[in-house]
């Protein structure tokens, strides 16, 4: 059984980081891709980075360059910097892991940015 649970959200300031990180516990060894999406209000959910198992991160138009994916095979994290936070990326954050046809979600982390 897969579970992810992110940490690491909070209020902060335009300008400010935070750093994102999402625990995965299970049999992963296979996973096709390990992913950061997010959900503001009233807004439909959204991929902001991947991780793919084979092939190069990737990462939304609107956080290229200021938000990077990473992931710690010895804590078994998949982790998302966030450097240059704006009011606009305010949302909940989830984790994500495809494995085969399934997908895996984490219950999310709320990222407040506000002054």
């Known amino acids: 059984q897969v579970q992810l649970v992110e940490s690491g959200g909070g209020l902060v300031r335009p300008g400010e980081s935070l750093r994102l990180s999402c625990s995965v516990s299970?049999?992963?060894?296979?996973?096709?891709?390990m992913e950061w999406h997010r959900q503001a209000p009233g807004k439909q959910r959204e991929l902001v980075a991947s991780y793919p198992r084979w092939g190069s991160r990737r990462y939304a138009a609107f956080v290229e360059g200021r938000f990077v994916i990473s992931r710690d095979i010895t804590k078994n994290t998949v982790d998302l910097q966030m450097n240059s936070l704006q009011p606009e990326d305010t949302a909940v954050y989830y984790c994500?892991?495809?494995?085969?046809?399934?997908?895996?979600w984490g219950q999310g982390t709320q990222v407040t940015v506000s002054s």
């Open positions: 299970g049999s992963v060894f296979s996973f096709e891709a």
């Open positions: 994500l892991v495809r494995l085969g046809t399934s997908e895996y």
